[in-house]
């Protein structure tokens, strides 16, 4: 064997050994949530991160079916240490996570865990395995333990010295032990909205927490102080600084660039990124407010975009006209159960139409369908049923009936926070009431006063 020969070969073996060791490295260090649910076998689990804190939209990360041993892993892929929440359907919670870390955790079971189905709000309860101690998540877990112990036990002196003399040790005592930086900022605005409820001087808690401090605009904690501290805006405005209320100030056409000035007359708003996410907030609160005419805030939204310096600020003012723009009341039959519904149904253009959205494996959509139908065959020629089911549908019903596959991006689009739903539309497919009463809980009641107005309209002509 030649001597260049066995150095090539040399060579080739040093390289194979370094690739071998960083893909072992990289193996290694593939950060995930491993867990276990035997509660929710079979059922999606997803982890999530904050995208925009004012119209409260999330990003998933990652997705994956709980198996049938009750096994889930939740691979994930972060620069920063930052808050993920872990959820099945909307029962959700909290977990610190870092850069290439591993977690593994076990869900416990609570009774309440059965409503999971229904699509409401509830929580994920779960704990760690093998956590130290000085571990974020075991640091913030002891903290908050010792943050609504104290709530709790001095709730009673709430606007009282005492409070504020309370909520000072705490600071004193938690300021005593460093941890990460992530850590401390936790803590440092926990305790500003503690000071914030507690009788503290608005303006020392500026100075320390928001003047000259760095905007962490998709920091949960930092924005849960930033949305208390400018909590309802508009409506505190004309109390503190006089004239109008701003939905007749609106009214009369206050124009975008006029309530940026009025705003300059707040102290605490003189930073302009603090001023125009304000704005955006209270936009956007005020939005769905019956006072505020939609238009002048739309623009007030468009007027931030289109002005601010800060790219973040202009994704978020571009969220917030999403949202905004986003009106049940425009829509029709069609739109709302797009992609499931066919573009064309043979429906009854005399008669209204009740779009149910279920889950046919649940019982409380079951017991809705059975009333229901026997309120179709008592009222036949009032209304029509149209059915999208989250699981497979049952036969046997006469209505349509179709199948929603991507379950949480559909609810999430159409904010449907409970299942079953019902919706009423007109005989042309507009959208009429997003709030349609269950057949349990009132249809009822609207279907036999449509019968009586119809009965009587109908002995007016006769009697003409």
């Known amino acids: 064997m030649s001597v260049n020969s066995f150095q090539i070969r040399s060579s080739l073996k040093r390289s ?161 032990s460093e941890g990460s930086e992530y850590f401390e900022h936790y803590k440092k605005y926990s305790i500003a909205e503690l000071k914030l409820t507690g009788g503290f001087s608005r303006k020392d808690v500026y100075d320390t927490y928001l003047k000259d401090q760095p905007i962490r605009y998709k920091d949960e904690v930092w924005y849960k102080f930033f949305d208390l501290f400018y909590a309802d805006y508009f409506e505190f405005y004309p109390n503190q600084f006089g004239g109008e209320t701003m939905p007749n100030r609106f009214r009369k056409g206050l124009a975008p660039y006029s309530v940026d000035t009025l705003l300059l007359k707040d102290d605490f708003l003189q930073n302009p990124e603090l001023r125009q996410l304000v704005m955006l907030k209270s936009a956007y609160e005020s939005f769905t407010k019956k006072d505020y005419p939609k238009k002048p805030l739309l623009d007030l939204v468009n007027y931030v975009v289109e002005t601010t310096k800060m790219k973040y600020i202009e994704n978020a003012g571009k969220k917030v006209l999403e949202k905004m723009n986003f009106d049940p009341n425009t829509l029709t039959l069609f739109e709302f159960g797009a992609p499931y519904l066919p573009e064309i149904l043979d429906l009854d253009t005399a008669k209204y139409t009740v779009l149910f959205i279920g889950d046919s494996e649940q019982k409380e959509t079951q017991k809705e369908k059975l009333i229901l139908e026997s309120l179709l065959k008592k009222y036949p020629e009032y209304f029509q049923v149209v059915e999208l089911d989250i699981a497979d549908p049952l036969p046997g019903f006469p209505w349509y009936t179709f199948q929603i596959t991507d379950v949480r991006s559909y609810l999430d689009q159409w904010h449907i926070f409970g299942i079953p739903k019902f919706v009423w539309c007109s005989p042309t497919g507009k959208i009429l009431d997003m709030e349609l009463e269950r057949p349990s809980q009132g249809l009822e009641k609207r279907l036999h006063a449509m019968k009586t107005k119809r009965e009587e309209l109908q002995k007016i002509k006769i009697g003409q």
Do not use: C
């Not at 060791?21 to 950060?31: D, E, G, H, R, T």
């Not at 130290?132 to 002891?142: G, K, S, T, V």
């Not at 409070?163 to 600071?171: A, H, L, N, V």
């Open 16 to 176: 194979f050994s370094i690739v071998f060791v960083v893909i072992l490295f990289v193996i290694q260090a593939k950060a995930q949530i491993s867990g276990t649910s035997h509660s929710w076998k079979h059922m999606p689990v997803r982890l999530s991160v904050l995208e925009d804190p004012i119209t409260h939209t999330y990003q998933t990360l990652s997705v994956d079916s709980i198996d049938a041993d009750g096994h889930f892993n939740l691979p994930f892929d972060t620069k920063e240490t930052k808050v993920g929440w872990v959820s099945v359907n909307r029962f959700k919670a909290p977990i610190y996570m870092a850069p290439k870390h591993q977690y593994q955790i076990v869900h416990d079971h609570r009774k309440e865990d059965i409503l999971v189905n229904t699509w409401q709000r509830g929580t994920f309860n779960y704990r760690f395995v093998d956590l130290p101690d000085a571990e974020l998540n075991a640091e913030i877990l002891a903290f908050d333990s010792d943050y609504y112990a104290f709530i709790t036990e001095n709730s009673a002196f709430i606007g009282h010295t005492k409070f504020k003399t309370g909520i000072k040790e705490f600071e004193k005592v938690h300021s005593q």
